[in-house]
């Protein structure tokens, strides 16, 4: 086999494309409502990660980075490194979410065919507070103009205009890739399975089909699950689109948090019979075990990244429009012995899946998943989010979502899932997964 002999060494070598990063202000042009951010996005490929207002969303494509299997995540992560190392930035902000900033989505299994994708985009708008700024993203080989403070004008302008929102129209559901009777059965057998020792605990997903009379704006989904869901992260990216309760891990300047949740009830809308409610969850026997399951997950995964960890000995109850949680805030401080802080998609690797998503043990778990479930989660329940030049970001995990159908503009799959323990009723697990639903129907209209 012959080969091209290699160059001198003093020969000229290709100067690799490097990221051209601007950031500037913005501070007083955006409105302050919770979907403020959200409403400046076009309707083609938004990509965004939003709370309470705050958050970031963006648009455009600079690079892509797509990745497979078990790698997944060391793929995605190894080529966001060699882009940051060559970017060239200018940031006047320096707040978490300014300068280069890369959104991703990756599938909850290693063997689905969804894998995982990084997106660069070529505008981001952020807000953190009373800060707001615009990022804009190009490469070493067409380095845009930009003023030093751009007008909203020209945000929009970037956005490709103000084209309007417009409803999905009427809407019908059929169910997904199994029947609810037998889902129902796939819960009991996991019962069986479960009560026959071999594993603790097990979720089980479930999709819904929504077909609408007339083109799906994500924006339109994106605007009213901000709007109702203020205590969600609202999040689009490459198709998926949701309002995650749940907070993977937050990596910034050294801190980490991951915000736990398992074991749920249904609210019934009234006041005081919430208030009874989550007083029944807070004593829940077969609640608290699968809590405890999850949180333990996280902690165990956390601990090795951590020179201080700290996990609650009892949970809080998370109330949400549809349903209350049982939530647990696991807090530390990482190691930087060696110099640096794992990123956050490390940790959001290292993490994935909890006991929240998957079950107890994970392995054994995710293994009676694929034979049973009857279904590709494909991104549903892994994680999405993003993050930044150094490494620091925000990863949920894709709950209350929903994926667009690339080729069917018409037609959205919705997904929820339930945790099941030995003491778990199937037909009880199918009506939580109802309830954990109703997000992305309101989002529908």
Known sequence: MSSQPAAPSDSPQPRPTALVVRTTALDGILDSDAAALLRLLPPTGPLAWVRRGD???????????????????????????????????????TLPGTGPVAFGSFAFDESSAAGGVLIVPRVVVGRRGDRSWITTITTSDAVPTLSPVPSLADVVARAG????????????????????????????EAVERIRAGRLDKVVMARDVVAHTTEPIDPRWLLTRLADSYTGCW??????????????????????????????????????????????????SSKD???????????????????????????????HLPN??????DVTGVLCTSSGTAPSSLSLAAALHPTAAVCGTPTP??????????????????????????????????????ASLDPDDPRRLRLFAGCGVVAASDPASELAETEAKLEPMRHALG
Request: with cysteine; hydrophobic share 45%; glycine share 10%.
């Open 161 to 188: 205009g103000t084209t309007p929102i417009t409803s999905p129209g009427a809407v019908t559901y059929v169910p997904g890739a199994v029947s609810d009777a037998d889902w129902i059965d796939a819960v009991d």
């Open 234 to 283: 609202t999040f689009s990216v490459d198709g998926m689109v949701g309002a995650t309760p749940e907070l993977l891990v937050r990596s910034e300047k050294g801190l980490v948090t991951s915000r736990v949740l398992a074991g749920t009830i249904r609210r019934t809308g009234g006041e005081e019979a919430d208030v009874a409610r989550a007083a029944v969850l807070a004593h």
């Open 55 to 93: 958050g970031l969303v963006a648009w455009g494509e600079v690079a892509r980075i797509e990745t497979g299997g078990a790698s997944r995540f060391a793929e995605a992560e190894a080529a966001w490194a060699t882009m940051r190392a060559h970017a060239i930035v200018r940031d006047d902000i």
């Open 288 to 318: 608290l075990e699968e809590h405890e399951y999850a949180v333990t997950s996280v902690a165990q995964a956390l601990e090795p990244f951590c020179q201080s960890l700290n996990v609650p000995e009892t949970p809080f109850v998370l």
């Open 364 to 401: 054994v778990a995710n293994e009676l998943i694929r034979e049973i479930e009857g279904m590709d989660r494909a991104r549903y329940a892994g994680p999405v989010g993003w993050m930044g030049a150094d490494g620091d970001g925000e990863w949920g995990i894709a709950l209350r979502s």
């Open 323 to 328: 349903v209350l949680h049982l939530a647990s």
